[in-house]
């Protein structure tokens, strides 16, 4: 069973960075999709951005400051996060899909807070 962790969260003043990182414990192969979601205390999940093959898309509340990337390794995914808002504070989650399964990983503790 594929196990998917993400990495690089932690507590951030508003208005910098994070690169958040999502790894698989092997090779995952066949992947169509490779998304992004998060979680803040008491609401629901929401997804803030995907990427399939070239085409990439995003939540509006993240247009123009989130990037999301592939890598062809284990190292699946990144989401670089810039000019991080307070309301970016969340758990994120990836979600990996392939032509015949999907992975969620365990998710990492994003805070926007001075």
């Known amino acids: 069973q594929v196990q998917l962790v993400e990495s690089g969260g932690g507590l951030v003043q508003p208005g910098g960075s994070l690169r958040l990182s999502c790894t698989a414990s092997?090779?995952?192969?066949?992947?169509?999709?490779v998304s992004w979601y998060r979680q803040a205390s008491g609401n629901e999940r929401e997804m803030v951005a995907r990427?399939?093959?070239?085409?990439?898309s995003y939540a509006d509340s993240v247009l123009g400051r989130f990037t999301v990337s592939r890598d062809n390794a284990k190292n699946l995914s990144y989401l670089q996060m810039n000019s991080l808002k307070p309301e970016d504070t969340a758990v994120y989650y990836c979600?990996?899909?392939?032509?015949?399964?999907?992975?969620w990983g365990q998710g990492t503790q994003v805070t926007v807070s001075s």
């Open positions: 979600h990996v899909i392939t032509y015949d399964a999907n992975y």
């Open positions: 092997e090779s995952v192969f066949n992947i169509k999709t």
């Open positions: 990427i399939s093959g070239p085409t990439t």
